[in-house]
């Protein structure tokens, strides 16, 4: 309709990761509202679920491992009913309680070094979602040194909701990106729908930066790679994407792409798709979205490959 | 919530994220919720009619309409109208078009409140009506349920209203006459996809009293009716145009036996800088009271029998096309146009001849809306 509605982008930094959000929007102020309120519910969320925090929901879940159940509001219990949701579904492979894994696993220690096999086999009992004791108000984490995370779901359910506030001020075209997960409000304003470049697990100079395109409206789209936190020792890749059976990273999919009605659902798909290996493309026929993966030997797959 | 959940299936993910809270899909596919912020709308009617060349009845009426979120749960609404009516009452037929030189002048004032309490899963609405003219007193109640699934993608609603009218006139037409309504609606909303929206709904409605129209001669209808209206629309928007399609049907039985099938389509477009189109066509084609007689005045009419002349209760068919124009500015303040022209003639009923002998009637509505949120 080639009409020109202003453009407000805002970007910031939260959850450890650079956010954007873009909004087409005849009034202009109303749009950076919008915005602010989006913003500050991310870091609201931020702040109640960080495991880097001593104040969070989830610190202070973990400091009573072992203890007393502790009390839960509404939010909280619902996060944890969706990650036994993906537990279920993924055969026991997303484990909420595996980020105790990241103890052994430095991904930042120059030069790199793999953990010690008996440091990871000390930890795997505290990897045990099945052992979380779980009432609607009431959470129990059973034993001294478990914990639990929301990665895979913490950044996305806050892309989703701040695409909720932003819908709410009545803005009918936006894009919240999250650190590359992303959920749309309708297209942009001249009708065209979002266009998401999917970044090339493997870059390299001669290569594309994006290696597939993808077009989005009202829809989400998250990816989950082995590029992000990573290390390579004697030419294995070791990425952070870690199997809580095993306690070591899986291999098979350098990234996976999902394309779903909700954020938090394209999210722990792509996450459930990584630990899944050769079994991902059952997984997520069965959740009906649509998908991209980049196999070990970099080939396209899923039903948006070309 | 026990610690194993064991959801399966298609979407089995999609379900269990929109328990989260905050969690939805895209706007147009949400139902129901409660409005989150305050609107107030100014709406001004101009109404004329027309029959067979003369000027019958002109309305202008000033209206306002309020609804405001009390808590984040509780909203009330309500409106008030006021109406300024002159010239002739509603002629008979065109045969008497000379008598109906005497003219009325008349004014009303109505006004309507409704509460509605949203819960996490339904809503509950209380409402009361009342509408005032000098030969006529309505007052009405109404209580209204709805419930939506988890999902909010399907909402369900009854309501139950009920209506006891006085009405007496000067000439002593209608000596302190009375009429009581009772409406029941049963309906369901349903979100197919997040472009296409499909609502259903059956209305019963039994009234028993006094139908008549006090200003019509010889007019005298049977004092009981039943109606029975089942209407159906769907929405379905076209994200690449940013266009809409409404479409509705409603079919409508009448124990007075004025049966119709009414049949709409508008197409909403959404245009740069908050403007938006809506033209509109709308057919209805009706048959005729069973006791509803063509001119001459008077043929028909039996000792003791009900009996009309009421070219409303005659058999035809009738068109309207319409527009409107609205337009979305900063602030949050809406302004919108409306006009419609009906045009009602006998020839133009479905499948036939309607009523002998009734001249075209046509009328055209203009309302101006001024609205803002806050």
Same mark, same amino acid.
């Given at each position: 309709?080639?009409?020109? #509605?202003?453009?407000?982008?805002?970007?910031?930094?939260?959850?450890?990761?650079?956010?954007?959000? +873009?909004?087409?929007?005849?009034?202009?102020?109303?749009?950076?509202?919008?915005?602010?309120?989006?913003?500050?519910?991310?870091?609201?969320?931020?702040?109640?679920?960080?495991?880097?925090?001593?104040?969070?929901?989830?610190?202070?879940?973990?400091?009573?491992?072992?203890?007393?159940?502790?009390?839960?509001?509404?939010?909280?219990?619902?996060?944890?009913?969706?990650?036994?949701?993906?537990?279920?579904?993924?055969?026991?492979?997303?484990?909420?309680?595996? /980020?105790?894994?990241?103890?052994?696993?430095?991904?930042?220690?120059?030069?790199?070094?793999?953990?010690?096999?008996?440091?990871?086999?000390? @930890?795997?009992?505290?990897?045990?979602?099945?052992?979380?004791?779980?009432?609607?108000?009431?959470?129990?984490?059973?034993?001294?040194? #478990?914990?639990?995370?929301?990665?895979?779901?913490?950044?996305?359910?806050?892309?989703?909701?701040?695409?909720?506030?932003?819908?709410?001020?009545?803005?009918?075209?936006?894009?919240?990106?999250?650190?590359?997960?992303?959920?749309?409000?309708?297209?942009?304003?001249?009708?065209?729908?979002?266009?998401?470049?999917?970044?090339?697990?493997?870059?390299?100079?001669?290569?594309?930066?994006?290696?597939?395109?993808?077009?989005?409206?009202?829809?989400?789209?998250?990816?989950?790679?082995?590029?992000?936190?990573?290390?390579?020792?004697?030419?294995?890749?070791?990425?952070?994407?870690?199997?809580?059976?095993?306690?070591?990273?899986?291999?098979?999919?350098?990234?996976?792409?999902?394309?779903?009605?909700?954020?938090?659902?394209?999210?722990?798909?792509?996450?459930?798709? #990584?630990?899944?290996?050769?079994?991902?493309?059952?997984? @997520?026929?069965?959740?009906?979205?649509?998908?991209?993966?980049?196999?070990?030997? /970099?080939?396209?797959?899923?039903?948006?490959?070309? | 919530?026990?610690?194993?959940?064991?959801?399966?299936?298609?979407?089995?993910?999609?379900?269990?994220?929109?328990?989260?809270?905050?969690?939805?899909?895209?706007?147009?596919?949400?139902?129901?919720?409660?409005?989150?912020?305050?609107?107030?709308?100014?709406?001004? *009617?101009?109404?004329?009619?027309?029959?067979?060349?003369?000027?019958?009845?002109?309305?202008?009426?000033?209206?306002?309409?309020?609804?405001?979120?009390?808590?984040?749960?509780?909203?009330?609404?309500?409106?008030?109208?006021?109406?300024?009516?002159?010239?002739?009452?509603?002629?008979?037929?065109?045969?008497?078009?000379?008598?109906?030189?005497?003219?009325?002048?008349?004014?009303?004032?109505?006004?309507?409140?409704?509460?509605?309490?949203?819960?996490?899963?339904?809503?509950?609405?209380?409402?009361?009506?009342?509408?005032?003219?000098?030969?006529?007193?309505?007052?009405?109640?109404?209580?209204?349920?709805?419930?939506?699934?988890?999902?909010?993608?399907?909402?369900?609603?009854?309501?139950?209203?009920?209506?006891?009218?006085?009405?007496?006139?000067?000439?002593?037409?209608?000596?302190?006459?009375?009429?009581?309504?009772?409406?029941?609606?049963?309906?369901?909303?349903?979100?197919?996809?997040?472009? *296409?929206?499909?609502?259903?709904?059956?209305?019963?409605?039994? /009234?028993?009293?006094?139908?008549?129209?006090?200003?019509? @001669?010889?007019?005298?209808?049977?004092?009981?009716?039943? +109606?029975?209206?089942?209407?159906?629309?769907?929405?379905?928007?076209?994200?690449?145009?940013?266009?809409?399609?409404?479409?509705?049907?409603?079919?409508?039985?009448?124990?007075?036996?004025?049966?119709?099938?009414?049949?709409?389509?508008?197409?909403?477009?959404?245009?740069?800088?908050?403007?938006? +189109?809506?033209?509109?066509?709308?057919?209805?084609?009706?048959?005729?009271?069973?006791?509803?007689?063509?001119?001459?005045?008077?043929?028909?009419?039996?000792?003791?029998?009900?009996?009309?002349?009421?070219?409303?209760?005659?058999?035809?068919?009738?068109?309207?096309?319409?527009?409107?124009?609205?337009?979305?500015?900063?602030?949050?303040?809406?302004?919108?146009?409306?006009?419609?022209?009906?045009?009602?003639?006998?020839?133009?009923?479905?499948?036939?001849?309607?009523?002998?002998?009734?001249?075209?009637?046509?009328?055209?509505?203009?309302?101006?809306?001024?609205?803002?949120?806050?």
């Amino acid at each position: 309709m080639g009409c020109a #509605m202003p453009r407000v982008r805002v970007s910031f930094r939260a959850m450890a990761a650079e956010h954007e959000i +873009v909004v087409d929007h005849d009034d202009e102020r109303g749009a950076r509202e919008a915005i602010d309120a989006a913003i500050a519910d991310v870091r609201r969320i931020e702040a109640k679920f960080s495991r880097y925090r001593d104040d969070s929901v989830t610190g202070a879940i973990a400091r009573a491992a072992g203890g007393a159940p502790v009390a839960i509001d509404d939010e909280t219990a619902a996060l944890l009913a969706y990650a036994a949701t993906c537990h279920a579904l993924s055969e026991g492979a997303f484990d909420a309680t595996s /980020g105790v894994l990241r103890r052994a696993w430095d991904f930042r220690a120059q030069p790199p070094r793999l953990p010690d096999r008996s440091a990871i086999a000390a @930890l795997l009992p505290l990897v045990d979602w099945t052992a979380v004791e779980r009432t609607p108000t009431t959470v129990r984490l059973p034993r001294p040194g #478990m914990q639990l995370d929301f990665g895979g779901i913490g950044k996305e359910y806050a892309a989703d909701r701040a695409a909720g506030l932003i819908a709410a001020r009545g803005v009918r075209h936006a894009l919240v990106n999250l650190g590359g997960d992303m959920r749309a409000i309708g297209g942009q304003a001249d009708g065209t729908p979002w266009r998401i470049g999917i970044r090339h697990p493997r870059p390299g100079p001669d290569r594309p930066a994006a290696i597939a395109w993808v077009e989005l409206a009202d829809a989400a789209l998250a990816t989950s790679g082995d590029y992000e936190r990573c290390f390579e020792i004697d030419g294995v890749r070791y990425s952070h994407i870690l199997d809580a059976r095993t306690g070591w990273p899986v291999r098979h999919w350098q990234s996976v792409s999902v394309l779903a009605p909700l954020a938090v659902v394209a999210g722990s798909c792509a996450t459930i798709a #990584m630990l899944l290996c050769e079994r991902a493309p059952a997984f @997520l026929a069965g959740q009906a979205v649509a998908w991209l993966g980049v196999d070990g030997a /970099g080939v396209l797959r899923g039903t948006l490959a070309p | 919530m026990a610690a194993t959940e064991r959801v399966a299936g298609p979407g089995a993910l999609v379900a269990a994220a929109l328990a989260l809270p905050g969690v939805a899909l895209s706007p147009a596919a949400q139902a129901q919720s409660a409005p989150d912020a305050a609107f107030v709308q100014f709406k001004y *009617l101009d109404y004329r009619d027309w029959q067979g060349g003369g000027r019958r009845m002109r309305v202008d009426s000033p209206g306002f309409y309020a609804v405001k979120p009390l808590s984040d749960s509780l909203v009330v609404e309500g409106s008030l109208v006021y109406d300024g009516m002159s010239g002739a009452s509603p002629l008979y037929f065109n045969a008497l078009s000379g008598a109906s030189g005497e003219g009325v002048r008349d004014y009303r004032t109505a006004g309507d409140a409704k509460v509605t309490k949203y819960f996490e899963r339904f809503a509950v609405g209380v409402g009361g009506a009342y509408s005032h003219e000098r030969d006529y007193i309505s007052r009405a109640g109404t209580v209204e349920v709805r419930a939506w699934t988890q999902d909010r993608n399907r909402t369900y609603a009854f309501a139950f209203s009920g209506a006891a009218d006085r009405i007496h006139t000067e000439s002593g037409a209608a000596d302190r006459e009375s009429k009581y309504v009772l409406d029941f609606l049963a309906g369901v909303t349903q979100v197919v996809n997040p472009t *296409l929206i499909v609502q259903s709904n059956v209305t019963y409605s039994r /009234g028993h009293g006094y139908f008549t129209d006090p200003y019509k @001669l010889l007019d005298r209808r049977p004092d009981h009716r039943r +109606v029975l209206a089942w209407l159906t629309r769907a929405n379905q928007h076209f994200p690449d145009s940013g266009g809409t399609l409404k479409a509705a049907y409603r079919y409508l039985d009448d124990s007075f036996g004025a049966d119709s099938h009414m049949l709409e389509a508008a197409w909403h477009q959404s245009l740069p800088q908050g403007w938006s +189109v809506t033209p509109s066509l709308r057919y209805l084609s009706q048959k005729a009271a069973w006791f509803f007689y063509g001119p001459p005045v008077g043929s028909g009419l039996r000792p003791g029998q009900p009996y009309t002349a009421d070219a409303r209760l005659s058999a035809f068919g009738a068109l309207t096309p319409g527009i409107l124009v609205a337009k979305q500015l900063d602030d949050g303040w809406v302004v919108d146009l409306k006009v419609e022209y009906y045009q009602q003639k006998s020839s133009w009923k479905l499948g036939g001849e309607g009523s002998e002998g009734i001249l075209p009637l046509s009328a055209r509505w203009i309302q101006l809306g001024v609205g803002r949120s806050f």
